[in-house]
């Protein structure tokens, strides 16, 4: 718990003294919703602005993405991938009967 307000405490100082993040250093993006501060990882978590660069969301993600992270992800997409061809199937159908056209062709058939 201690060390969660420490890092805290360090992501407010950088927000006090260096502003919210509000650009992306890695692809400089500049129409994303949402930037942040995000260590370096090669640094400590440390009052240094050196320590820390400016990331958007996306950039964010895929810099603090490990191998383990990466491993998670993959072998949940794969348990999602058998689900996904009812998934769509049954979507697609809500749609059509929600739809004007299919609407129309409940007429039809009436
Ligand atoms: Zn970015």
């Known amino acids: 718990m201690e060390r969660y307000y420490y890092l805290k405490k360090i992501h407010n100082w950088l927000k006090n003294n260096y502003g919210k993040a509000n650009k992306c250093e890695f692809c400089k993006i500049k129409n994303s919703k949402r930037y942040e501060w ?10 240094k602005r050196e320590n820390f660069i400016m990331l958007c969301c996306k950039c964010h993600r895929n810099y603090d993405m490990t191998d383990e992270h990466r491993e998670n992800i993959r ?36």
């Open 75 to 110: 072998l949940s997409q794969l348990g999602n991938k058998s689900r996904l061809g009812t998934k769509t199937s049954l979507v697609a159908r809500k749609n059509m009967s929600l739809g004007q056209l299919g609407k129309k062709l409940k007429l039809i058939n009436q």
């Open 38 to 47: 995000a260590k370096l990882k090669d640094k400590e978590y440390d009052f």
